[in-house]
């Protein structure tokens, strides 16, 4: 595959996973669920944003721009979901359709993670290489953002032993 289709394809990929995140968030009616699933939506959109800015550099100079910042928009997923869940009992408003539609994403991000990493190791520029390793590595972040929900979802007494690190002597 060729730099310009793999551009093209990974902005196909992000835009496919926004309308996933965009449609999730209109159908669920838990919290968790909801504010995870708009989060990645919002990432997502980020993220083929700074795709677009690098396709469109590579259209006009038929090169990779050695001034591309790699970076996006920062978020604290996981932080403002356990800020959520800490709050009130969510974990029993949510529905099978969410923790499929969770165990769907985790797949497409999953995907997304070895599509990018394999971009990158077939890079020979070094700015090419560091920019599709940066978006794997969202994509992993963003497996293991929902990875989490999915566990705060299925068990959420287990969940909030595991996050709370409270040790046997009551520590």
């Given amino acids: 595959m060729d730099r ?10 992000e835009k496919s996973e926004m309308h996933y995140y965009l449609e999730q968030a209109k159908r669920s009616s838990n919290p968790v669920a909801k504010l995870l699933f708009e989060t990645l939506a919002a990432d997502e959109s980020e993220h083929m944003k700074r795709i677009r800015v690098l396709h469109e550099k590579l259209t006009s100079a038929g090169s990779w721009p050695e001034d591309l910042p790699i970076e996006v928009a ?4 996981i932080g403002q979901i356990s800020n959520l869940m800490n709050k009130k ?17 985790a797949e497409g991000e999953e995907q997304g993670a070895k599509f990018y990493a394999d971009l990158a190791e077939a890079c ?8 599709f390793q940066f978006l794997s590595g969202i994509e992993r ?31």
Wanted: hydrophobic fraction near 30%; proline fraction near 3%.
């Fill in 4 to 13: 310009m289709s793999s551009i093209e394809l990974a902005i196909n990929n």
């Fill in 124 to 131: 020979t520029n070094p700015q090419e290489k560091k920019f």
């Fill in 74 to 77: 920062g978020t604290d997923i």
């Fill in 141 to 171: 972040e963003h497996l293991l953002s929902i990875k989490d929900s999915l566990f705060y979802l299925e068990d959420p007494e287990g969940w909030l032993e595991e996050k709370s690190h409270a040790g046997l002597d009551g520590a």
């Fill in 89 to 105: 009992d969510t974990s029993s408003e949510h529905d099978n359709d969410d923790l499929e539609a969770l165990r769907k994403a």
